[in-house]
């Protein structure tokens, strides 16, 4: 296991991979539910096209906002992360700002397509930084359990 020692002096565990991509699921099957509902009360341009309706812009702010919005929340989660028990820092083990934030989720496809690359070739894929958290220099770390 690898442990991260940040300037402030505490340690902690990063994330695996398979409690992030279980994280991702879920937060991506609220989006889609959410985007799925206001698809079904709206009145599209045109129904003929699945992917690039006028809609879709629409559906990405969405996903910022939500995404962003719970990574620089005091909570520092998704509500997939959250209920995981994992959460996303910065390097100082604090909240992330708005910007990183939005570096971050607009980041991630790239990061998922090197790595599926990577996949592909038969390279070895990094366990806990990919490119969208090199970029804003953040983690996702398992919470710490406080018990009283």
């Given at each position: 296991m690898q442990a991260i020692y940040l300037k402030s002096g505490e340690k902690v565990?990063?994330?695996?991979?398979r409690m992030r991509a279980i994280a991702l699921v879920i937060d991506a099957v609220?989006?889609?539910?959410?985007?799925?509902i206001a698809d079904y009360y709206?009145?599209?341009?045109?129904?003929?096209?699945f992917i690039w309706k006028p809609e879709t812009?629409?559906?990405?702010?969405?996903?910022?906002?939500?995404?962003?919005?719970?990574?620089?929340?005091?909570?520092?989660?998704?509500?997939?992360?959250?209920?995981?028990?994992?959460?996303?820092?910065?390097?100082?083990?604090?909240r992330l700002?708005?910007?990183n934030a939005t570096i971050r989720y607009f980041a991630k496809p790239l990061s998922i397509m090197?790595?599926?690359?990577r996949f592909v070739r038969g390279l070895p894929v990094a366990k806990h930084r990919y490119f969208h958290n090199r970029v804003t220099d953040s983690h996702v770390v398992k919470q710490a359990r406080h018990y009283t």
């Amino acid at each position: 296991m690898q442990a991260i020692y940040l300037k402030s002096g505490e340690k902690v565990v990063p994330a695996s991979i398979r409690m992030r991509a279980i994280a991702l699921v879920i937060d991506a099957v609220l989006i889609v539910t959410i985007a799925a509902i206001a698809d079904y009360y709206t009145i599209s341009s045109n129904e003929a096209t699945f992917i690039w309706k006028p809609e879709t812009l629409i559906y990405i702010v969405l996903g910022w906002l939500y995404f962003a919005g719970a990574e620089t929340s005091h909570v520092q989660a998704t509500l997939g992360k959250y209920l995981l028990g994992l959460k996303v820092v910065d390097k100082h083990n604090g909240r992330l700002t708005l910007k990183n934030a939005t570096i971050r989720y607009f980041a991630k496809p790239l990061s998922i397509m090197i790595m599926l690359m990577r996949f592909v070739r038969g390279l070895p894929v990094a366990k806990h930084r990919y490119f969208h958290n090199r970029v804003t220099d953040s983690h996702v770390v398992k919470q710490a359990r406080h018990y009283t």
